[in-house]
């Protein structure tokens, strides 16, 4: 199956990170950069395009599917790992000039019934990035308490149904087995959520909420900025693309932390811990990108300078 994907923020997440053609940074002639979110490859394929014979283009990614496309890159200075996007910290630290991640599910992983991410078609009640790796989310439901799925749906869904729709989950496992489909997630999410906003569907937070708990991308995510931190060469370059508020906010306390001295409130004498990041601001999608691809419209990129220390 031939699905297909339009990466977002794409001209801006490269030019965040080599500048442009008219204006190329400095490490674009032979500079290593990482890709950690390969996915289809759109941001690996255009940063190739733009960078200097030397340069080299490290990607990752967990998607055993990712792996596959990026089997069509015919480029020496290309490499990839099948790994998730925190393996980043074994990268030699300092030894990088620009990490770019686009954080969240791509659009072949939604739009394929087999992978279980999306309530739009049915199929296996899946949704692991990397399926050959952990426990599916029918499996977690499988033995899931009401207060641990409550805990799952409230947080990472931000759900304020999340009680009512975890109690109906384990009625539903207790009369007549366990949930193995996404149509049947669905359709008891939409008869237990009797109010939603307008044209958004009742289990579109339930859905999210379960696909960041049993990939743990949150966590994922911020190990992965720590490592970014780590192997970035001062005046490195960190470029994220964020999709939904709790992502975006840990990439934006993330370089607000880092972006301003800190001091031992233990101990008003002793030096203050020196600035790590400089925040170069935030980007949005064009008008023009959101009517070309309606899965652009909350995405925002957000970038920053490595600093020395």
Do not use: C
């Not at 032979?30 to 283009?57: I, K, Y």
């Amino acid at each position: 199956m031939q699905l297909q994907h339009t990466t977002v923020l794409l001209d801006e997440a490269v030019a965040a990170l080599v500048g442009t053609p008219q204006e190329p940074l400095p490490s674009a002639q032979a500079g290593v950069f990482v890709d950690a979110t390969f996915g289809r490859g759109g941001h690996s394929r255009l940063l190739l395009q733009r960078l200097g014979p030397q340069a080299r283009v490290q990607a990752f990614d967990r998607d055993p599917q990712a792996i596959a496309a990026a089997a069509t890159i015919a480029d020496a200075r290309f490499a990839i790992r099948h790994a998730p996007f925190s393996d980043l910290s074994t990268l030699p630290a300092a030894s990088v000039d620009g990490v770019l991640m686009d954080i969240g599910v791509s659009s072949p992983q939604i739009d394929d019934p087999a992978r279980g991410f999306s309530f739009r078609a049915d199929g296996p009640l899946d949704m692991r990035m990397d399926p050959t790796q952990g426990e599916s989310v029918a499996q977690w439901l499988e033995t899931a308490t009401v207060q641990h799925i409550t805990e799952v749906i409230r947080e990472y869904g931000e759900e304020r149904f999340a009680f009512p729709i975890a109690k109906a989950i384990v009625a539903r496992r207790q009369e007549r087995g366990p949930i193995s489909t996404t149509a049947e997630l669905a359709g008891l999410v939409a008869d237990t959520v009797k109010t939603r906003e307008p044209g958004k569907d009742p289990a579109t937070r339930t859905f999210q909420a379960f696909r960041i708990f049993i990939n743990a991308e949150l966590e994922e995510l911020q190990q992965a900025l720590l490592a970014a931190l780590s192997v970035l060469k001062p005046g490195g370059r960190l470029a994220v693309i964020s999709f939904h508020s709790l992502e975006d906010r840990i990439v934006k306390q993330f370089i607000a932390k880092h972006s301003k001295e800190e001091f031992d409130r233990r101990n008003p004498m002793a030096p203050s811990k020196p600035m790590a990041l400089k925040a170069l601001g935030r980007i949005f999608p064009s008008e023009a990108e959101v009517a070309a691809n309606p899965r652009a419209r909350s995405a925002v990129l957000r970038v920053a300078e490595r600093l020395p220390t």
